[in-house]
């Protein structure tokens, strides 16, 4: 039995990190009592542990909540709950693209944020109904008239007409449960036509392989179709056909509207990715939904055992994250420095910094990861170019960017990034977006107060730490987020850093050439101060295309040895020693000097600003 | 200071020859718990107060526990299924079969607050209770107040060869700093004493690097110790020890914390006075005349074996180390009572005993077989050699002079990794 589709509703919550999203879902399975009080936990909806300690949502997640309406009428509805950052924003899109109705919950303290600016034009864009709704009105700090109509100048509408909760108490709860019966859309679909079903997220389980969200668009899934996803190619008969309501629970069929999982003894998320379509093997659709595309990362980084000896193990770990993250990218690389290890690509720097923390917790295996960069397009000069070389190179690790004279121009990737602040930090948004090589778009005055500020930036300049500078630039008041814009061309160098005159390639990076000198003397002096006193001078220089631009010099330790070693003395020096050999192995040893793990990023937080 | 070092050494510049213990032959240290007062840096085990009674105890337990030791054989602290018996060169062992002896050390604490006739009675129930080589290094630390000439002759006349002074500094505030309470002259008049008494050599403990001493404080002290005629001089940089009143002056910013490049530049300066006055430096904090070396530290340094009595005294025999509890109290209990104070043993792995022959043994001039080490990370020596930190001939690996103050830093180095599982 499927369900009638004109009682279901499929929706979804665009909030900014901390506006309640978690909260007002907690509330919404209790108030269709779904989840009674003593079963509540905070976030359910949450799995991962990451999710719950960040307080943030990586994963989509879908719980289906039948709700008597004071019409008397009995309807379904679909929570879709999305992940909010921009790292994600693909997921993000595919997740609106299987709801009709969206809500947009804004903290009535902290008002509007880039954030979810950014997600309700996704929304609109996918042509969903906007439900807006303010949250925390309980809190003393809140200003919902003021936030009421930066909203409704988001929107248009009448700022009366804005409902307002607090989603901690549940108060108005019920109304946005009404409001969205009434106004979001019922789905439309193709009974009887051949299945297709979008696929807005898929999640690995050791046991039953990989579980897959779909949104039914056209047709009908039972447990005995033989499914196929259309981009993958995979196809294999359906295991278990359910929903999540609010454990998951068998079904005999999920047709038009209806939003549920299957699973079908698929290995790896990579065979069911995100935006991927699901149709019946033996009668397929004609035609797969619109917008899927293959992840992109944005954001590469080198990835190398401290031991090198854990190569195997970190290759094994590696393979056992893209079982269930088919958005991330691992393949081998050879550092001369550092020796073998992996350059991975991330969808953004949240992304990279959950797989790096995944590995760290559930693999344990020391890791030395390079500063972030982006890939850069290379073009070559003809007249240096090989046999059979390509004209134009890709380069995602700075150690490989071919020598300045073999470069005809190069190209880094850009982004139009939306910044909304407060008027009063306008000046200090710009000037960091300036030093940040931003050009600025276009300014609006969302009201009074809050100014929506675009630029374009290259990605280069922001991943490492331009969020963090925004936010204390700004008190922690601006907000941000960006979308890819292509490349553009630059004027780019490479700086290396060279360590007792070896040049280490993990620390290689390419930089505008406008800013070399103030990036090498930087990075130069931040090292001296991360590396430690050893038992030779290091000098550390950094150098473009082999001139030095900048040199210090770590000084050797002068005494490194215990005044007394008599009697009882020799086992206290043995047991020390035996630890301080343990602690190495948390240092990487390049030639003949020991660099901490932590140097290799760190270093990169020399900005320049 | 508590004073304890088993490590200084030193030699009344001999006019005769000193004859050498066999090399290799085994020692015992024999530790005397009691100070007049504990010194602000000092974390040693020492029982401070006038507590006659305890030292009485004293005088009693130690030849107690010398007998039981004794008489229980070298089976009794080696390894099981080690051989036991340390065959010594010339092949004679006694009837239970221990080894000749070359060295005794009474440490302490202060040995010397005992009176003359205990102490010599100590030593000469070691002489009786083992075979002691008749050359045997028989050395007693002192505190310079403490020396006086009648206890000196007692002490000779029981076989003690070598009296090792804990004089410091000689400067009054740095000595004021370190809460040491002797005058600066009474240095001088325990080694003219020791002189006279016929102790045949004289050691004396310097401290440097000490929060408020300047460079010429150093200089200064260097000079007088050399101007004693002293034989040899040991100059320990001073450590902060977690626990002590010091630290926790550190701790409050009292006193500034220790300066490891001042300290190393002492270092450089004592090597530099001492090496004009004919004293060679034989480990990272010892120097002597040539031949004057202490047969007992060199012991620690090689490997060697030694037993140990007394209150928190440390053993080793053969890869066997074993300690003696610490507290004063439970020492004398465990003794009168019939057993043995004996707190804890272990016997080392074999990469164990390779790590502490490395350590130890870089802290000397001769540095230490590579037979007894390796295997070492044989990638590190190149750029130890290049750096002129290391000397590696075919047989030993030893420190350059710029290598010594870093022993443990290339200790470090040097220690292969360890082979996964």
């Known amino acids: 039995m499927t369900y009638p589709i004109e009682r279901i509703r499929n929706f979804a919550i665009i909030a900014h990190v901390d506006h309640g999203k978690s909260t007002l879902a907690d509330r919404m399975l209790q108030a269709t009592k779904l989840v ?36 008397g009428s009995e309807y379904l509805l679909n929570l879709i709950d999305t992940p909010g950052h921009v790292d994600f924003s693909y997921e993000v899109s595919r997740a609106m693209n299987a709801c009709e109705g969206a809500i947009l919950l804004v903290d009535a303290a902290q008002g509007v944020q880039a954030q979810t600016v950014a997600n309700l034009y996704v929304a609109i864009e996918a042509g969903l109904e906007v439900v807006p709704v303010l949250n925390k009105i309980d809190l003393p700090a809140a200003r919902p008239e003021e936030v009421a109509e930066e909203v409704a ?29 009434a106004h979001v859309p019922a789905p439309r679909g193709d009974v009887d036509g051949p299945p297709r079903g979008l696929v807005f997220d898929s999640v690995f389980d050791p046991y039953r392989g990989v579980i897959t969200f779909v949104r039914i668009i056209d047709g009908i899934l039972r447990p005995d179709t033989h499914i196929r996803l259309m981009a993958t190619g995979f196809h294999n008969g359906i295991d278990e056909l359910g929903v999540i309501s609010p454990e998951p629970r068998p079904v005999d069929a999920l047709g038009p509207g209806e939003v549920g999982y299957f699973t079908a003894a698929i290995k790896a998320v990579e065979l069911a990715k995100v935006g991927d379509t699901v149709t019946d093997h033996v009668r397929p659709a004609p035609q797969p939904l619109p917008g899927y595309r293959e992840p992109t990362p944005m954001v590469f980084s080198g990835l190398y055992p401290v031991d090198s000896a854990d190569f195997p193990d970190l290759r094994d770990a590696l393979e056992k994250l893209r079982l269930n993250d088919a958005s991330f990218t691992f393949e081998p690389e050879t550092s001369v420095a550092l020796g073998f290890g992996f350059r991975c690509g991330f969808l953004g720097l949240l ?24 890939a850069y397009e290379v073009h070559l000069d003809e007249r240096t170019l090989k046999p059979n070389e390509p004209r ?25 990034a939306m910044v909304l602040c407060p008027s009063e930090y306008v000046g200090a948004v710009m000037q960091l977006c300036e030093r940040r090589r931003g050009e600025l778009a276009k300014m609006d005055y969302l009201s009074e107060q809050r100014v929506e500020l675009r630029y374009t930036l290259p990605l280069g300049e922001i991943i490492f730490d331009f969020f963090d500078r925004l936010k204390s630039s700004t008190r922690g008041y601006a907000s941000l987020d960006y979308e890819p814009a292509g490349m553009r061309r630059s004027k780019l160098v490479k700086v290396d850093i060279l360590l007792n005159g070896e040049p280490v390639d993990a620390f290689s990076a390419i930089v505008h050439a406008d800013k070399s000198y103030e990036y090498g003397k930087a990075m130069v002096s931040k090292l001296r101060e991360l590396i430690p006193r050893q038992l030779f001078d290091v000098p550390i220089q950094a150098a473009i ?6 040199r210090e010099t770590v000084k050797a330790r002068r005494k490194d040895v215990l005044a007394k070693c008599y009697g009882g003395d020799i086992t206290r020096k043995r047991k020390l020693l035996e630890r301080q050999k343990e602690g190495k192995k948390r240092m990487k040893s390049v030639g003949a000097v020991e660099i901490p793990q932590e140097a290799f990023v760190a270093a990169l937080s020399v900005g320049g600003d | 200071m508590a004073v304890v070092t088993h490590a200084a050494d030193a030699v009344v510049a001999a006019p005769t020859p000193v004859s050498l213990p066999t090399p290799g032959a085994p020692g015992v240290y ?66 239970a079969g221990w080894p000749v002896f070359g060295s005794v050390f009474v440490g302490g604490g202060t040995p010397t607050l005992l009176d003359a006739d205990d102490l010599a009675g100590v030593v000469r129930a070691v002489a009786t209770a083992l075979p002691l080589a008749g050359d045997a290094e028989i050395t007693v630390e002192a505190n310079p107040e403490t020396v006086i000439a009648e206890s000196l002759a007692t002490l000779v006349a029981a076989g003690v060869t070598r009296l090792s002074l804990g004089a410091q500094s000689f400067s009054p505030s740095v000595l004021a700093t370190l809460g040491r309470r002797h005058d600066v002259s009474s240095v001088a008049s325990a080694v003219t004493a020791a002189r006279a008494a016929g102790v045949a050599q004289v050691s004396v403990d310097l401290i440097y690097g000490t929060p408020g001493e300047r460079d010429a404080d150093w200089h200064a002290s260097l000079r007088q110790a050399v101007g004693l005629g002293v034989d040899h001089v040991s100059c320990y940089a001073l450590t902060v020890e977690a626990n002590t009143p010091f630290a926790a002056r550190v701790r409050r910013g009292e006193v500034p914390d220790i300066d490891e490049d001042v300290q190393a530049r002492r270092m450089a300066t004592a090597d530099a006075v001492l090496a004009a006055a004919g004293l060679r430096r034989y480990e990272v904090s010892n120097w002597a005349r040539p031949g004057a070396e202490s047969a007992h530290n060199r012991t620690y340094w090689r490997g060697g074996d030694w037993l140990a009595l007394g209150a928190s005294s440390h053993g080793h025999w053969q890869g066997r180390r074993w300690w003696n509890v610490r507290p004063t109290g439970r020492y004398l209990a465990a003794v ?7 707190a804890g043993a272990e016997v080392l792995t074999a990469e164990q005993r390779r790590t502490e022959r490395l350590l130890t043994g870089l802290r000397t001039v001769d540095g230490v077989p590579r037979a007894a080490v390796t295997p070492v990370d044989e990638a590190q020596i190149g750029a130890l050699v290049r750096a002129g930190l290391l000397v590696d001939d075919a047989a030993r690996l030893r420190l350059t002079p710029a290598g010594l103050p870093l022993a443990d830093g290339i200790a470090l180095r040097l220690l292969p990794a360890r082979e996964r599982c």
Request: one cysteine or more; charged letters at 25%; proline letters at 8%.
């Open chain 1, 153 to 181: 100048a988001l929107l248009g509408g009448d700022p009366a007409d804005i409902l307002a909760v607090s989603a901690k108490t549940g108060q108005g709860v019920p109304e946005v449960l009404e409001r969205i019966v």
């Open chain 1, 545 to 550: 295309g082999g001139k030095i631009i900048s």
């Open chain 2, 336 to 342: 009168e009572a019939g057993g043995a104070p004996v």
């Open chain 2, 30 to 95: 024999v530790h005397v718990p009691f100070c007049a007062h504990r010194c602000d840096y000092c974390d040693f085990a020492v029982t401070t107060g006038a507590d006659a009674l305890a030292r009485r105890r004293s005088v009693a337990a130690l030849p107690r526990e010398l007998a039981t030791v004794a008489a229980a054989g070298p089976a009794a602290v080696a390894p099981r299924g080690a051989a036991g018996v340390l065959a010594a060169p010339d092949g004679a062992a006694d009837i």
């Open chain 1, 392 to 416: 134009v190179v890709t380069v995602s690790n700075p150690a490989e960017l071919p020598a300045p004279n073999r470069i005809d121009h190069l190209l880094e990737p850009v982004v139009d």
């Open chain 1, 36 to 71: 009674d009080a003593r079963d509540m936990r905070e976030q359910y909806l949450d799995r991962m542990d990451i999710e719950r300690e960040r307080g943030i949502t990586i994963k989509a997640q879908a719980v289906r909540m039948p709700y008597e309406a004071s019409d």
């Open chain 1, 351 to 374: 992304h990279m910094e959950i797989i790096s923390e995944r590995l760290d917790r559930e693999f344990d295996i020391p890791l030395v990861t390079t500063a972030p960069n982006v």
